[in-house]
């Protein structure tokens, strides 16, 4: 249960630093663009703070799985966060300036959606 709870630790903590201060207004624009790299970029800084944190977990624990399914675990991550940033802004643009209860609902959706890709990741990286 230590590991589990660690995991989800670093995964939150890096979720906070790639999504709300590094994150640039450039990434932040164009993330809406299919495609972008300003969004494959955002996609890629996650999955680098996903593997840093996966890092840091192993050197306390071991991890039960082989480093194939390490590296099959942060390219979904990368494929999802991309795709959950990118249908979040195809949704939420006319909502953005009055920020108003569906800005908010789909904002947090989206974050939702983001928190069970690590309880997913969790439970396969330590279930095995």
Excluded: N
């Amino acid at each position: 249960m230590e590991a589990g709870l660690l995991a989800l630790l670093l995964l939150e903590l890096k979720h906070f630093v790639c999504d709300f201060v590094t994150q640039t207004p450039y990434q932040l624009r164009y993330k809406r663009v299919y495609g972008h790299p300003a969004g494959l970029l955002h996609a890629a800084h996650h999955l680098i703070g996903s593997a840093a944190a996966f890092a840091v977990l192993a050197a306390f624990v071991p991890l039960p799985v082989p480093l194939t399914v390490v590296a099959m675990l942060l390219g979904a991550e990368y494929v999802l966060h991309y795709h959950i940033d990118w249908a979040k802004e195809q949704v939420i643009r006319p909502y953005v300036a009055s920020q108003g209860p569906a800005f908010w609902a789909i904002f947090g959706f989206d974050q939702l959606l983001h928190q069970l890709t690590y309880v997913a990741i969790i439970y396969v990286l330590i279930r095995g």
